[in-house]
């Protein structure tokens, strides 16, 4: 994934990867992948190949485990879908540069709340105007513009003025 040091992610069209030996790409249930140079690739789809999202990740985790090296991941679909893909990666020893993100749908966001530690979600919108009411503490928040890439969150706050 292009950008994985910076504070916000940035997400690329995908592409194959000509150094890996082996081609997994995972879609979501509202994801198209419409290129043909990923016709040799393994394709795994929730609600296609997989009744849903959670049987697919927790396939993917299986076959994550038991990889050789030189497998390339692809994942496309909602935010959420790709940190989780992302998550599934990492547990099972995939670095940055063996995994693709490319993202498409649902535009919502994981959120974090920095009092509770509750993840929520919000719908996409600006960073610096987007507030929620925090599932976990009720708290308001702001939507901050940080990322973390290992809970796949954005960082919530409690506005200024807010309850403390």
Known sequence: MEGASRSLPLYAPLALDPTGREHLVVLDAAAVLDDPTFGSAEIWQAGRSHPGTAELLAALGDRLATSSVGLRL???GSEDFLWSV???????GLGWDEVR???????ARRIRCVHCQ???VA???RLDDTTLACGGCG???TLRPHFSPRLGAYLGVAEPGGTP
């Open 118 to 120: 509750h993840i929520g």
């Open 74 to 76: 692809y994942a496309l």
């Open 139 to 141: 708290r308001r928040l």
């Open 123 to 125: 719908p996409l919108g």
């Open 101 to 107: 993100l490319a993202r498409t749908g649902d535009p």
């Open 86 to 92: 992302m998550a599934a990666a990492h547990a099972a």
